[in-house]
């Protein structure tokens, strides 16, 4: 069991793990025609919900959120991806909140791909990531950005790789084989 946040007398969230290969209950997906943005601004309070905030306002479905701070702690780069359709719809509403969060950086690129590895067997094996990264490495596929949650790991890449892409990751992990 997982203890309860919220009072540590009570009992929380049942857990049932169940010990198996990674591959025996993982798949692969890909989604398409994803714009990658990045908008580089001060790291202050707030930042997220001035970037965000209006993109849902504008019903703007934004998908992989990746948050880095600089290297001397004052800056924060917010990266994420929305739908190739909405590259100008979504450009426009950051343009018209761009001085009220302070970004001073907004960069775009289409044409990406999310490429993602889902598998409850993620929970007990290590190495699941590590070994995506090195196959999609040795086909020469660069990796845009990562997200990770405790069973998927979501990978993204330029367009033109994504059918390399799942067939290396189906072949890596024996999906290939089933």
Do not use: W
């Not at 997906?29 to 905030?53: D, E, N, Q, R």
């Not at 979504?90 to 289409?110: C, N």
């Not at 409850?120 to 997200?147: C, E, P, Q, W, Y």
Request: charged share 20%; net charge negative.
């Amino acid at each position: 069991r997982t203890a309860n946040a919220f009072s540590m007398s009570e009992f929380g969230t049942v857990n049932v793990m169940s010990v198996r290969e990674p591959s025996s209950e993982m798949f692969c997906t890909i989604i398409s025609t994803l714009m990658l943005a990045s908008a580089s601004g001060p790291k202050m309070p707030g930042v997220a919900a001035g970037i965000f905030g209006p993109l849902a306002e504008a019903n703007i479905n934004v998908d992989m959120i990746v948050q880095n701070i600089s290297e001397d702690g004052s800056r924060t780069d917010m990266t994420f991806t929305v739908p190739n359709s909405d590259i100008e719809k979504a450009l426009a509403v950051l343009g018209k909140v761009r001085e009220t969060i302070g970004f001073d950086a907004l960069q775009s690129e289409p044409g990406m791909v999310k490429v993602s590895v889902i598998g409850i067997g993620m929970r007990s094996h290590a190495g699941v990531a590590a070994t995506a990264f090195k196959a999609l490495a040795d086909k020469g596929i660069n990796i845009r950005a990562i997200t990770t949650s405790e069973i998927k790991i979501s990978i993204l890449i330029d367009g033109p790789y994504a059918e390399l892409a799942v067939r290396t990751l189906h072949s890596v992990y024996g999906l290939d084989k089933q």
